[in-house]
């Protein structure tokens, strides 16, 4: 939410400070910037000296980070301020690996699906929230987030217990995730390369379409400011029910990967339809199916990936997934942008839609069953 809360916000903020567009875009790509070289960091960190830490310290960074924005006087403490935000926000690998340790079958793929409808909330309830709080005066939507992520401090340290036990961790000597070795040894892990390269198109495929979908709706359709909020209104309420409630139902009944490869195909079917859809009705389906693809995809893939290696590393994977995800969102936004600017709305969807297929390409490679056979560590609530 908190993130959701800013986001608006930021372009206005860099025009004040007399920022070119460059540098406008440069302040929202540098947060998936740092989040590519951190998320790996901070899941490999949770394997050595725990989950629960590294969340609290993390959470604790955004708070920090919220504070500077709201306090941020020049471009320079601006870009501060998200360099921080995007170190501390790269926290997703480490809330996944918790869900992978207290989490077996198709409870796992259920856990990993809330997790990105809670972000998904988030994104849908944030923005409308900043700008009634920007009514109110200046700063106050960032003090707002800053507040939010106290709050998550201060429940943690109360409510949430530690998942990995002191002797299941990994003590080993710190090597970046993301170096030679490190990565060589990542994807020599049975049908994890396979996993990856899903993972990494998937996700490039839906951050063609997050990076110029205003721009083309405006476009293509004619539609206003308005209608284009609405229209990301509408997909934000798709994501949360689709990885909220229905893959969660789906999991128990249809294997993950059956839902890996149902998700690829409905998302290379969404992008294909939108340069064909005439009328609002056609559109909200093209929608539907995009986003509904990527809810169903992600979290499976999120608990397939998982389980290529045992609870110990689960943080280590999970941060190299998730900085696969971080670079899909830098390039995929300035790659659309640029086909959108040299081509026609159409080529961007269709450009997306060639991503979807060569995801479901490496997502048709059968990968040996890769789940450790150690069972899930229940945790006991503390307080």
Known sequence: MGFGIVIPLLPIYAEQMHATPFAAGMLIAVYSAMQLLFAPVWGRLSDRIG?????????????????????????????????????????????????????????????????????????????????????????????F?????????????????????????????????????????????????????????????????????????????????????????????????????LVGRLARRVPERALVIAGTVALATGFVSIPFASAATGLLAALALVVGGQGLAGPSLSSLISKTVDAPVHGEVLGVSQSLSAGARVIGPVGGGFVLHRFDTSSVFFIAAACAAAGLAFGAIRTPAVAPAEEAVRVRRSG
């Open 51 to 143: 989950r629960r830490p590294v969340l609290l310290v993390s959470l604790a960074g955004s708070a920090v980070s919220y504070l500077l924005l709201a306090g941020a006087w020049s471009l320079e403490v601006l870009f501060a301020a998200r360099i921080l935000a995007g170190i501390a926000g790269a926290n997703i690998p480490v809330a996944q690996a918790y869900i992978a340790d207290v989490t077996t079958g198709s409870e796992r793929t259920r856990g990993m699906g809330l997790i990105g409808a809670a972000f998904g909330l988030g994104m849908v309830i944030g923005p409308a929230i900043g700008g009634g709080l920007s009514l109110l005066g200046p700063r106050i939507p960032e003090c």
């Open 145 to 245: 987030a800053a507040a939010l992520c106290l709050a998550n401090v201060a429940i943690a340290v109360r409510r949430l217990p530690e998942s990995l036990a002191p002797d299941r961790r990994r003590a080993r000597a710190f090597r970046h995730p993301l170096s030679p070795s490190s990565l060589r040894e990542a994807v020599a892990r049975p049908g994890a390369a396979a996993l990856f390269a899903v993972f990494f198109f998937v996700t490039l495929g839906f951050a063609v379409l997050e990076g110029t979908f205003s721009l083309a709706a405006a476009h293509r359709y004619g539609y206003s400011a308005a209608q284009v909020d609405g229209l990301w209104l509408y997909m934000g309420v798709v994501a949360v029910l689709v990885q909220g409630w």
